[in-house]
Each structure stands twice: as structure tokens, then as C-alpha cells.
T-cell receptor
Framework: QQQVKQSPQSLIVQKGGISIINCAYE??????FPWYQQFPGKGPALLIA?????SEKKEGRFTISFNKSAKQFSLHIMDSQPGDSATYFC??????????????FGTGTLLAVQP | DAGITQSPRHKVTETGTPVTLRCHQT?????MYWYRQDPGHGLRLIHY???????DKGEVSDGYSVSRSKTEDFLLTLESATSSQTSVYFC????????????FGPGTRLLVL
């Protein structure tokens, strides 16, 4: 019930294409869904996050789509660029980032954007 | 990396030896976390701290202990290192209240032979 399932494990996209990464969760108490981006040799960094009171959040080329009834959320990267090549992690937590904000991470997606 | 340093950045040790990893922050954030990252598992929480001397277990705490004697420092100790603890260890911090953002350090790559 605490798991967050992420797919695909790896993804190859052509420059200018759309990258889509999907995550699914089971615990309906989760109320905060961030995506983290990690470059080789670096720590993960927050990319974009959503709370379940909205169905979509967009920041530049990055969009989170959230389907509460299906308990799924996805990251869309529009006009993908070689500089977007990284590992992407979805995550979920409850407590609205309050007391402890223990994040449960997905297993990661390695994105390669080919020029 | 949001004012977070980890030391050492790389370490090779032998099975059965104790190992301590240090996380130091300059942000004065209340919450600190230790994660391990392994292929196919993503990031898994080992221990976390919600204040000085206040710590609790995470998902994969067996074989690990932590201490936090100052706001800025959070230590992770492997009491007796095993090969299964070979991993990349990340420290993270967050303000906590109303903001779920966790900021990660650069990581420590640990190899247990």
C-alpha cells in the first residue's frame, strides 16, 4: 500500500518529441506528488509537484497530469531536449508536507533524448 | 545543492567495519533525511530527523543508526558494514511545515568489500 509504481524503466525520445513517464499509487492518504530530476553524479532535484486538488500543473515544458480516481499521475516533457536526459523519479507522501513529509519514491526512469 | 554537504563523497571499506557518513546543512532546516539509492529500487528512506536528538526509522533502517546533536549535522552510522550496504547514500533536508520540498545533497558512494 505504500508503493509507488513507475514506468517505463527507460525511455528514448527524439529531440522535439514528447516524453511521458507514468506513476501509480495505492495509498489514498497520499496528498503530495513531486517529480525529481537527477543528473549523473548529482543528487535529485525537485522538478515539479502537484497536490490532488488539481488535475494538471504546468511549468514551462513540464506538465504533471493527475487522475485521482485512477490513482495515477504522469510527467509530460514537451519539446524534449538533449539536456533533459536524466533519471526521473516520481514520489508521493501524505501529511501535505507537514510534520515529516516522508517521501515514497518510484524506481526511476532513465530518459535519453537523442539529438 | 541548497547548502548541503556530505562527507566523505566516496568510501571503500571492508565487511564488518563501522562506517559513519556525515551530512551538514547551512539552511537551518528542521528536517533531515538519509536515503539509499540502488538500481531498481529508486530512493529508500533509512532514517529521518525532525529536530535535534529527535529521530525515527524509515523503510530500510536495519543495520543503520543515526544521530543529530546539532541542527546542522546528521550522522548515519553503519554499525558493521555488509556488502548489501554498498550503495549511494543521499542526505536531504526540508523545512517541513507547508512545504514538501526536500533538497538533496551530492551523495556518498560507499563500496563494502
Amino acid at each position: 500500500q505504500q508503493q509507488v509504481k513507475q514506468s517505463p524503466q527507460s525511455l528514448i525520445v527524439q529531440k522535439g518529441g514528447i516524453s511521458i513517464i507514468n506513476c501509480a499509487y495505492e495509498n489514498t492518504a497520499f496528498d503530495y506528488f513531486p517529480w525529481y530530476q537527477q543528473f549523473p553524479g548529482k543528487g535529485p532535484a525537485l522538478l515539479i509537484a502537484i497536490r490532488p486538488d488539481v488535475s494538471e500543473k504546468k511549468e514551462g515544458r513540464f506538465t504533471i497530469s493527475f487522475n485521482k480516481s485512477a490513482k495515477q499521475f504522469s510527467l509530460h516533457i514537451m519539446d524534449s531536449q538533449p539536456g533533459d536526459s536524466a533519471t526521473y523519479f516520481c514520489a508521493a507522501s501524505k501529511d501535505r508536507g507537514g510534520a515529516t513529509n516522508k517521501l515514497i519514491f518510484g524506481t526511476g526512469t532513465l530518459l535519453a533524448v537523442q539529438p | 545543492d541548497a547548502g548541503i554537504t556530505q562527507s566523505p563523497r566516496h568510501k571503500v571499506t571492508e565487511t564488518g567495519t563501522p562506517v559513519t557518513l556525515r551530512c551538514h546543512q547551512t539552511e537551518n532546516h528542521r528536517y533531515m533525511y538519509w536515503y539509499r539509492q540502488d538500481p531498481g529500487h529508486g530512493l529508500r528512506l533509512i532514517h529521518y530527523s525532525y529536530g535535534v536528538k529527535d529521530t525515527d526509522k524509515g523503510e530500510v533502517s536495519d543495520g543503520y543508526s543515526v544521530s543529530r546533536s546539532k541542527t546542522e549535522d546528521f550522522l548515519l552510522t553503519l554499525e558493521s558494514a555488509t556488502s548489501s550496504q554498498t550503495s549511494v547514500y543521499f542526505c536531504a533536508i526540508s523545512e517541513g511545515l507547508g512545504d514538501g520540498t526536500q533538497y538533496f545533497g551530492p551523495g556518498t558512494r560507499l563500496l563494502v568489500l
